[in-house]
């Protein structure tokens, strides 16, 4: 039994290599020059540290999750690193750039791949907060990231953001790789607004949407 366990863990290991292996390939294409320029962008809103220190940790952070870190452990790394950030910043920092570092690859391989549209998805459970949860099965366009706070009334300085990308969000975003993956009528987000569409007005905001990508 321990033998199998043992097994099983090198099989997954070597699994986890090849994976990585295989993202840094794609990250050394076009994938790759789009999730820097979404990261560093991502760098403007850590205003704890300089900006060139907040660049440098937000590349850092993005290297870590691609290697399959967690924020945990990229915490650990940031305390040593920049000493002068508030522990409970570190934490928060962590998880917000190992999420906002998903998210970035996630758009980039849309982009990549013609791919205009994600389901918001939050984690349902009690600590989703309102907004978020009313953001929960809407279509949202790479092109327009919605405003989830304006959406439901509540006054907010986070604007407007994509799924995950916003502090301790625990929120994902599914990729609609084609029209099969919706089911109509649809929650759709579409110039400032949530509305149900059936799948003749989606077809027509979708070439919109295909042409400000």
Known sequence: NNMKTWREAAAKSTQSRKLYSLLQKEMAGQTGIRVRALITANAAYI????LIQATHLVNEVSRATQQGSRP???????????????????????????????????????????????????????????SHKKMNGVWVPWSQPPDPEALVGEK???????????????????????LDDISFPARVYWNGAVKYMNKQEFKAINMEARQAA
Do not use: F
Request: a positive charge; proline letters at 5%; one cysteine or more.
């Open 47 to 50: 205003r704890s540290i300089p």
């Open 72 to 130: 945990e452990t990229i915490a650990k790394m940031m305390r040593t690193r920049w000493p002068q950030l508030l522990r409970s910043r570190v934490t928060l920092i962590a998880r917000t750039e190992t999420a906002k570092a998903s998210v970035a690859l996630t758009e980039a391989r849309c982009q990549e791949l013609d791919i205009e549209w994600y389901q918001w998805l939050s984690s349902e459970d009690q600590r989703v907060r309102y």
């Open 156 to 178: 907010s300085t986070l604007g407007h953001y994509h799924s995950g990308s916003c502090p301790n969000c625990r929120c994902t975003s599914r990729p609609g790789l084609s």
